[in-house]
Nanobody, 122 residues
Framework: QVQLQESGPGLVKPSQSLSLTCTISGASITAGFYYWSWIRQPPGKGLEWMGAIDYRGSTYYTPSLKSRTSIARDTSKNQLTLHLSSVTPEDTAMYYC??????????????WGQGTQVTVSS
């Protein structure tokens, strides 16, 4: 059974950076032809795909966030990471990690974590 668990600070101040970790169990981040994505959902809005890293380590980003986003992996820990710089209150959202065979993943595709809430506020 593939499981993903997001973790990180629940509160971040404006202009600071946000770092989240997705810990994966039941599958290797380097195995199979999969994309490992970060997706977020601001309050009252739809899902927004932020970017992904594939099984080879290649990264993909949505254009609107590319300048502030960095996605990486730690193969020794089987973890996926997200770094988002210069955050504003508009970055307040539930953040999810997911594994799927395509990007962006649909909500009913692949495996998703439970999500972690991030609030940007002073």
């Amino acid at each position: 059974q593939v499981q993903l668990q997001e973790s990180g600070p629940g509160l971040v101040k404006p202009s600071q950076s946000l770092s989240l970790t997705c810990t994966i169990s039941g599958a290797s981040i380097t195995a199979g032809f999969y994309y490992w994505s970060w997706i977020r959902q601001p309050p009252g809005k739809g899902l927004e795909w932020m970017g992904a890293i594939d099984y080879r380590g290649s990264t993909y980003y949505t254009p609107s966030l590319k300048s502030r986003t960095s996605i990486a992996r730690d193969t020794s820990k089987n973890q996926l990471t997200l770094h988002l710089s210069s955050v504003t209150p508009e970055d307040t959202a539930m953040y999810y990690c997911a594994r799927a065979g395509s990007i962006p993943p649909s909500r009913n595709e692949g495996y998703w974590g439970q999500g972690t809430q991030v609030t940007v506020s002073s």
